[in-house]
């Protein structure tokens, strides 16, 4: 058995392991004997994972004895909506799942939120198993428990807290996915740098080639890394009531880019447009040097993700989608901006005009 990670997820009775390994789908059946052995499991992932990875997982489940079905939707955000979780909980239903039966999440962030959505609410709450198969969701979206789905209105504006039985990470499904999906989730990565790990970032700087050319033995090191800062923020504050906001840097102004671009425009790069329209506010409102940006765009650049705002967005219709998002209280928009490299501060009530300025100096 190939050498694992482990990360563990310290919730008192809800704790869990995130466990790291390039193979790891392939030693299945092994990690998920405790888990899933003579139980009934939904697997639920998209058209573009469930022909790559599906039939292996369902073999590793039949090795220990459980019984499973399927869900399949298109791939793409526009399928994550309230409308999907139901139609999974409905599958779940067909296929006979019951308050002992297991979801397992096999995807990305989409497939993650939505499945761990239907599993809080499924019969009131069953389990649910992460397996991560993009960048984002491995160091992101798979770890914490934030499940949910999209309104027309806005991004996650529907969901639950509901953490996994366990998340299984294998750095080798990095290989199937297209350059334009790692690079989203390389945004995620930068985030942590910024906020929590000034040596993280550094080392990000250092080996940019390395991240470029998916160098496996780094990307798991990298991984992990991302994984203890989000393990420890959720330890800390495991339902966004004050430090956990950090995790949000960049994603205010990007869930708002997002939103107006009809979801065209990736996550992690509306992300990194996001983090660099932080960065433009916090020189503005002089909390940090100019130095800051650049140095922090000039990373983001070298990553191939984009620094300035594209789809022709109007700084001041981003502004007013911000208002939408849920992290904003009330009429105040809560940010989340830079003091240095690695350490980051949530901040309310900054005026509509400086903010929008911002925004204006990011946009192409």
């Known amino acids: 058995m190939t050498l694992m990670d482990n990360v563990r997820v310290q919730l008192e009775e809800r704790s869990y392991d995130i466990l790291i390994a390039q193979g790891g789908l392939q030693q299945a059946a092994g990690i998920l004997q405790n888990l899933a052995a003579s139980r009934r499991c939904l697997i639920v992932t998209d058209s573009n994972v469930q022909p790559l990875y599906e039939k292996q997982l369902k073999l590793a489940l039949a090795e220990v004895g459980a019984?499973?079905?399927?869900?399949?939707?298109?791939?793409?955000?526009e399928y994550k909506t309230p409308e999907t979780v139901i139609d999974i909980?409905?599958?779940?239903?067909?296929?006979?799942?019951?308050?002992?039966?297991?979801?397992?999440a096999l995807g990305g962030g989409v497939c993650g939120d939505m499945a761990g959505f239907a599993a809080a609410v499924y019969m009131r709450g069953i389990d649910f198993i992460q397996i991560?198969?993009?960048?984002?969701?491995?160091?992101?979206?798979?770890?914490?428990?934030?499940?949910?789905?999209?309104?027309?209105?806005?991004?996650?504006?529907?969901?639950?807290f509901w953490q996994p039985q366990i998340v299984l990470i294998d750095p080798e499904t990095l290989l199937?996915?297209?350059?334009?999906?790692?690079?989203?989730?390389?945004?995620?990565?930068?985030?942590?740098?910024?906020?929590?790990?000034g040596e993280l970032f550094s080392l990000l700087e250092q080996n940019c080639e390395k991240l470029k050319n998916l160098d496996l033995e780094f990307y798991s090191k990298i991984i992990k890394r991302c994984c203890e800062l989000k393990a420890e923020v959720v330890r800390r504050d495991e339902r966004e009531g004050g430090m956990r906001a950090i995790l949000n840097y960049g994603h205010t102004f990007g869930h708002a880019i997002e939103l107006l671009s009809n979801f065209e425009i990736a996550h992690?790069?509306?992300?990194?447009?996001?983090?660099?329209?932080?960065?433009s506010l916090a020189v503005d409102t002089g909390r940090v040097e100019k130095e800051l940006q650049l140095r922090q765009n000039a990373l983001l650049e070298k990553l191939d993700l984009p620094v300035k705002v594209s789809g022709d967005l109007e700084p001041e219709e981003i502004y007013n989608a911000m208002m939408q998002d849920k992290k904003t209280l009330g009429k105040i928009?809560?940010?989340?901006?830079?003091?240095?490299?690695?350490s980051v501060s949530i901040v309310d009530g900054l005026e509509k005009d400086v903010v929008i300025e911002a925004i204006r100096k990011c946009c192409e």
């Open 67 to 77: 019984e499973s079905a399927n869900y399949v939707y298109p791939a793409g955000e």
């Open 89 to 104: 909980c409905r599958k779940g239903v067909r296929s006979g799942l019951d308050r002992k039966s297991l979801i397992i």
């Open 132 to 160: 991560p198969t993009t960048l984002l969701s491995m160091v992101d979206s798979s770890v914490g428990g934030k499940t949910g789905a999209d309104l027309p209105e806005g991004k996650n504006l529907v969901g639950a």
């Open 176 to 197: 199937t996915l297209p350059y334009g999906e790692i690079c989203c989730g390389l945004a995620e990565v930068v985030k942590y740098g910024m906020i929590l790990d």
């Open 268 to 279: 992690g790069k509306a992300v990194s447009m996001g983090m660099s329209v932080a960065a």
């Open 333 to 342: 928009i809560r940010v989340v901006l830079p003091d240095t490299i690695g």
